[in-house]
Structures are given as structure tokens and as C-alpha cells.
């Protein structure tokens, strides 16, 4: 049996009562995946990153605000989200309910809210699954039902539920399940759609889980702003069969980890490859696009952590990319594949990703993680593997995603190929990312011809 504060609430039947008084809504069914959010991934901003601990309520306020100024949200990020440490340093003694930190929130965590939702944004707040969250405030282990209602109460839109101080209620998918669904119960019994982010970094498969109780999953340690530094601290060259998701993950072993669990994301219910680090600082031009691409293709997230009130226009021109933003929200829901994976002499690999978009179209990347420049064709054979030989010989128009047309718009017309596109050059740490769309009169053989 689980320890009883694993599954009863810690909070009063009348305590608990009191607060929904408060609520100023008619409770609806909502139900994880048919709670109507994350039908394409999530896009927005955090905290973490550049701010940590050191925000308060005009910081959040100012950078909803560059987010609109920045036109950003005119894109899709509408999202800001706090991380650790908006916590008091205690609970409501008398209710057991969360309480904002007076110093950093005078006006209170529902005043903040209104704020954002009066910009027309949306509002997010952090929580843990454990005793405390990663930086020692209180989590919400056993406090579910009277924590979710307050984030309703507040008016919060998200829910990023970490996985610190967990009291050993992990080591099997089963228990891992439990913890997370006691928060899930509780943010659809509010009433309130409320985006469930679980932040778990990977442990005991999340996306084999968490499908059926939350709207994204971590699948990894903390990203570090590296392309490809090991570290001791992120151990795992595997992650289905990772005891040790650690954190201080480069980039590039991210995506190594993302590649085989795509299959598993889908509107609703997405892999969640951690906050980006564009603009932060540790990575060059070149390994921030691709940063940037790559998280766009297979379909995670876009949650910025840089500091948006005083952005580079490189930073910009990365985070803005239309032509990779409209794949990343496609309507089709599926995340790219890798088609393969090969070793380049000097080091790194070369990789071949392609993703199905709506109306037959295609997405198709290659990158370079070597130390040197690459050359390479790219074959259609490869890379409609999956398609079958129909679509393996017809001919397509190809939009390099990373080129502006005449009229500055993402998505420059490159050609119409068919077979193979030849001569791709690729600097040391570079991707370029191309949509196919097979070409107006272009005719697929017959079956009589295959």
C-alpha cells in the first residue's frame, strides 16, 4: 500500500470547501486529452533560464508585454509561464492552501493573471510532484485537490509539474503513473481547462504512461545551452532504458533521445524536449537554428527561456521563422522520423529526418553534428521510405525553410527535383530543413510500372 499522504489529501474536507466557494465559474467534464489544449504543441515563454529565482510581478508583466511588442504572440507564443520559486515561504496554516510570495506578488498571484489575460495572454504557474519543488519551496504531493483549486481560483491556464523530492514514488511506470494522475484528477475536477505539463525528465517512459493523464512530458534531464558536450551529469546514451535522466543534456543528445519516441506524440499529448536555449548565450548562430529547427520538426514544444525584453535580432530572426513555426503547429500532429543515422569520419554524424505534413506535403532535414563541413545528395529512395516507390520517384517542389523569398517571406523556392537533391552542403553543426510538395505535374507511376 502507498503511504497514506500519497493518496489521501493532506487539506480539510471544509477547508477544501471554502475555497470553491470562491470560484466564479459553472465546473465543466474536462478530461486530459479532451480537454481541448495542446492540440498543436504548446508555444510561450518561462522564467527558468534567464530569470531563475530573481522575478517578480513587474518582470512578468514587462516581458507579456515585449512578447506582444515583439510580435511574438501574433506567431503563437502566447504562454508566460513562472517557474520555481513564486512560492511564500510556507503553506496557508490554516487551509493548507499555496501562497504567493508577498515580497515578489504584493498584489497577489490572481491581481498577476488578470494582468496577463488582459493582454490576451495566458497564464502559467509551477508546481512538484514531491515534498518540495527543486529549489526547496513546498511541492504538492498530497496537496493535489487543494492546490489545483487555487491555480483555478487564480485563473491559471498551465500546469508545469516537476519531479524533485519525490519520496521514492518512482522505479516502475505504475507508480510513476499514480503520482502524476493524483494532479491530473485534480486540475479536471476544477472545472478549468488547465494545460498539464509533466515534467518527469523521462523517468519510468512517460510517453509509454502519460498519454492518457497529461498534455506533454519531459523526456529527458535538463537541457544545457551546448551543442554536444557529454557530460557525467546527463549519463544515459539511451533513453528507454535510462536510469539516470541527471540534467546538463546538449542539445544534439536531446535529439538522439527524441528520435525514437516520436511515434508517440500527437495532438493533445506531446514530447516535451525542455525550454529553448536560443538567444542564451553557449551555442553559435549556426547550432541555434538548428536548435530551433529541430524542436520545430519533431513537434515539441516552443518555450522560449531567453530574456525577451532586450532580444539580439539574430535571437529574433530564429525565434520568428514562420515557415518552421507553421510546422511545428501543423494540423497533422506528426512528428518527424529520423530515416537514418550516419557516423562522419571527424566525429558527429549526418542525419536524415522527414515528417508528414498536411495536404501530401512533406517536411525533410538533414543535419551535420560533425566538426566539419559536410556534402551530400539527399535520395528520395530514403527519404520516402515509408511512402513506398510511387512517392520515391515522383517529382517535388522544394522550399528551403531557412531562405526568405522576394517578398521576405520564410520558404524560398528552390526547385523542383526529382530522385535526389544533389550537392546539399553543410557547414559543421548546421541543418537545413526543406518542405516537398510534389510537384503540379508531376504523375506517379503506375502500379504496372513499379
Known amino acids: 500500500m502507498l503511504p497514506r499522504q500519497y493518496t489521501l489529501s493532506r487539506v480539510t474536507g471544509s477547508a477544501l470547501a471554502a475555497l470553491l466557494a470562491t470560484l466564479s465559474y459553472a465546473p465543466v467534464a474536462v478530461h486530459a486529452l479532451d480537454n481541448g489544449l495542446a492540440i498543436t504543441p504548446q508555444m510561450g515563454w518561462n522564467t527558468y533560464y534567464h530569470y531563475g529565482c530573481d522575478f517578480n510581478e513587474q518582470t512578468i508583466v514587462d516581458v507579456a508585454n515585449a512578447m506582444i511588442s515583439n510580435n511574438l504572440t501574433a506567431l503563437g507564443y ?14 496557508d496554516p490554516s487551509t493548507g492552501a499555496p501562497v504567493d510570495d508577498p515580497s515578489k506578488f504584493p498584489n497577489g498571484m490572481k491581481a498577476l ?21 527543486c529549489g526547496r519551496r513546498f511541492g504538492s504531493l498530497g496537496y493535489e485537490e487543494i492546490d489545483a483549486q487555487t491555480y483555478a481560483s487564480w485563473g491559471v491556464d498551465y500546469l508545469k509539474y516537476d519531479n524533485c523530492y519525490a519520496e521514492g514514488l518512482s522505479g516502475t511506470p ?17 472545472g478549468r481547462p488547465i494545460l498539464y505539463s509533466m515534467c518527469n525528465w523521462g523517468e519510468d517512459g512517460p510517453w509509454n504512461f502519460a498519454v492518457d ?13 551546448e551543442f554536444d558536450r557529454y557530460d557525467d551529469r546527463c549519463p ?72 525577451i525584453t532586450n532580444m539580439s535580432n539574430e535571437t529574433r530572426t530564429i525565434l ?10 501543423d494540423a497533422a500532429g506528426s512528428p518527424a522520423n529520423r530515416i537514418w543515422k550516419r557516423p ?33 545528395d539527399v535520395q528520395f529512395a530514403d527519404v520516402f521510405v515509408d511512402q513506398g516507390k510511387a512517392y520515391q520517384q515522383q517529382s517535388y517542389t522544394l522550399y528551403d525553410l531557412w531562405q526568405q523569398d522576394d517578398d521576405g517571406n520564410w520558404g524560398q523556392n528552390v526547385g ?18 526543406w518542405k516537398a510538395i510534389p510537384a503540379p505535374n508531376s504523375r506517379r507511376p503506375s502500379h504496372a510500372e513499379l
Open 78 to 91: 502566447n504562454y508566460v509561464l513562472l517557474d520555481d520559486c513564486w512560492q511564500a515561504p510556507a503553506r
Open 113 to 133: 493573471t488578470d494582468k496577463i489575460h488582459d493582454l490576451g495572454l495566458k497564464f502559467g504557474i509551477y508546481s512538484d510532484a514531491g515534498t518540495y519543488t
Open 236 to 307: 544515459c546514451t539511451d533513453i528507454l532504458d535510462c536510469k539516470l535522466p541527471g540534467y546538463h543534456c546538449a542539445m544534439a543528445r536531446v535529439i538522439d533521445f527524441a528520435a525514437p519516441v516520436g511515434q508517440k506524440a500527437g495532438p493533445g499529448r506531446w514530447n516535451d524536449l525542455d525550454i529553448l536555449q536560443v538567444g542564451l548565450g553557449g551555442m553559435t548562430f549556426d547550432e541555434y537554428v538548428t536548435h530551433f529547427m529541430m524542436w520545430s520538426l519533431v513537434k515539441s514544444p516552443l518555450i522560449i527561456g531567453t530574456d
Open 344 to 376: 562522419v569520419d571527424a566525429g558527429g554524424d549526418l542525419q536524415l529526418w522527414q515528417g508528414s505534413l498536411i495536404n501530401n506535403q512533406f517536411v525533410i532535414a538533414v543535419m551535420n553534428t560533425s566538426p566539419t563541413n559536410q556534402t551530400l
Open 174 to 190: 505504475k507508480i510513476s503513473y499514480d503520482r502524476y494522475a493524483n494532479m491530473s484528477r485534480a486540475l479536471n475536477a476544477t
Open 213 to 225: 493523464i497529461a498534455n506533454s512530458w519531459r523526456i529527458s534531464g535538463d537541457l544545457v545551452d
Open 416 to 433: 523542383t527535383f526529382q530522385g535526389s537533391l544533389p550537392g546539399v552542403q553543410l557547414a559543421s553543426h548546421q541543418t537545413k530543413v
Open 320 to 329: 520568428t521563422n514562420k515557415a518552421l513555426i507553421d510546422v511545428n503547429q
